[in-house]
């Protein structure tokens, strides 16, 4: 828990904020030295419609949360409530806020669903999973999104040196995915015993052996998980992918809500505006800063900047589209995350915390996976000290 509080700290949430509001404060002052940035205001029209646009933003970034919170109740074969998914993706959204958009909110899923009941192995397991999932997404929807869309509409924003720059880097980073979603599956469905022995041996090198017991633990877990999933029907697996699918896709909607609202020239492009955003999401994840601050409002103006009919409005529209799909989620997180806490820490307390061996037994005994039993209702692998 002490390294929970450590990662949610204040300044994790206070930099990403001071880093994208100085980000866009610069591009405002730039951009004020070639337009009036007053008139473009001015001449926007927060009539009916466009509220209503601003409103379908909210829904489909709705929508992203519910395609969430459904795979993570089909994951646990409906172990989690509605009510418990739902509080599981608000808290990994704001850990991907106020993390490098590497690291990601996946890098605490596992105790965010250890405390709403979930087997501390196993939720392990499944947040590798949802990482999978969320990877095999990209893998197989960018080649189609690349098929179906002229490449200069794609990657073309204005300047040369930009549209050759971002389409080298959405490539780049594209490769690295694949290579990691390989790795991924080869990991978690077809070889885990496998990834269970590497843990075992890399464990063993004297800087990391203070690790083994943990590493141990959970190679015996990702094999009785990963056995649990190999017997997943069909069904299950387009379930969760389907619900992978609706959440990003969902966040992509946001943009073309906007774009229908305040840019109604643009509507014959809407899937320019849609088949941008997968490319603007892969260049995203090497963003450096928590939550892509600052780099995501500048890549948005560039990308989407001939698109609209002025840099002023690009940047409008960046500000609106950053306050729906990220402030919001500082916002929800800031508000649960101190309850959170105090109710894992209380629960960790009484019992001991999800790795913490039992008294008298051995840290380093390594758990095999022989005998079965059923706990909640799901069939997980019961086990067994070595001797």
Known sequence: M???KKIISTWKVILPVLIGVGVVVAMF?????????????????????TIGCVLLGFVCMFGRDFGLSWRFRALTDRQLRWSQAFKVDFLCEFTSCVTPSAVGGSSLGMVFLN??????GRA??????TLLLDELFFVVFCPIIALLTPAGELFHSGGETFTHGIRLTFWLVYSGIAVWTAVLFFGIILYPKWVRSVLDRVTTWKWLRRWHSQASQLGANMVATSKELRRKPIGFWLEVFGGTSLSWCSRYLVVNALF???????????????????????????????GGAGLSEWLFTSYYGDLVT?????LILAIFWRLISYYVYLI?????????????????????????????????NVPT????????GVEVAKTQKNE
């Open 2 to 4: 002490d390294d929970t």
């Open 29 to 49: 002052l730039h951009d004020a030295r070639s337009e009036n940035l007053r008139q473009v205001w001015d001449s926007l029209h927060f009539d009916p419609f």
């Open 115 to 120: 405390s709403q009941g979930i087997e501390f």
């Open 124 to 129: 392990t397991t499944l947040m590798m999973t």
């Open 260 to 290: 229908l609202g305040f840019v109604p020239s643009a509507d014959p492009q809407q899937w320019i505006i849609f088949a941008r955003e997968f490319v603007m999401w892969v260049v995203l994840m090497v963003s450096p800063t928590p």
């Open 310 to 314: 002025s840099a002023g409005l690009a």
């Open 332 to 364: 929800i997180g800031a508000c649960i995350i101190p309850g959170w806490i105090k109710q894992t820490y209380l629960r960790f307390k009484h019992k001991g915390g999800p790795s913490t061996p039992a008294s008298g037994e051995k840290a380093t």
């Open 369 to 376: 996976v022989e005998n079965k039993c059923a706990i909640d």
